[in-house]
């Protein structure tokens, strides 16, 4: 990476830590670097790689798109919209409305993907009660941004940990 590259990401790195610590220290370190380490396995895009550090700063702190916008530009501010859930009543109509800003963006795609994959991920590592619900709505997911020849590995690792899911049924609670 060029110095500006360098400095560009160090400074996404601090400001989406700065920004998520005031909600919730540790979720950083817990999400935020492990989306970008999976994102940075598909592309050295640093636009891209910024706005995987900072795919969740707008939806769950106090940060606003004009603070994207004026510190990594256009571009950038740009893919976290994307990524940011609109309004809605519930998590299905919020997630439905986001999903086409999502798709409208390739390396919102990505970034969404790898987001995904790294919840999917813990879930199962941790046995959370989240995994019932990625997988009750990863059909809706997969039909709203499937698209051919788009992500296709990190859709058929999608696939992979929903399977292992649905397997082990780790989110039901155990029988008596």
Known sequence: MRVDE??????????????????????????????????????????????????????????GRAEIEQFYGREVEEIVWCLTDEEG??????????????????????IKL???WENVTRSIRTKSKHGDMYAKEYYTFKCALWSPNVCIQLWNELDALHAQLKEKNIWLPKAK
Do not use: P
């Not at 920004?19 to 989306?35: E, I, L, R, S, W």
């Not at 009543?89 to 990505?110: H, P």
């Open 89 to 110: 009543i519930n998590r299905k109509e919020r997630k439905m409305k986001t999903y086409w800003k999502i798709r409208s963006s390739g390396a919102s795609v990505l």
């Open 114 to 116: 790898c987001d995904r």
């Open 6 to 63: 360098d400095k560009q990401i160090a400074h996404a790195m601090e400001f989406a830590r700065t920004a998520h610590d005031a909600q919730m220290v540790g979720y950083f370190d817990d999400h935020v670097m492990k989306v970008y380490d999976k994102v940075r396995t598909y592309t050295s895009c640093v636009d891209i790689g910024t706005a995987a550090l900072l795919h969740d700063v707008v939806e769950d702190t106090e940060v």
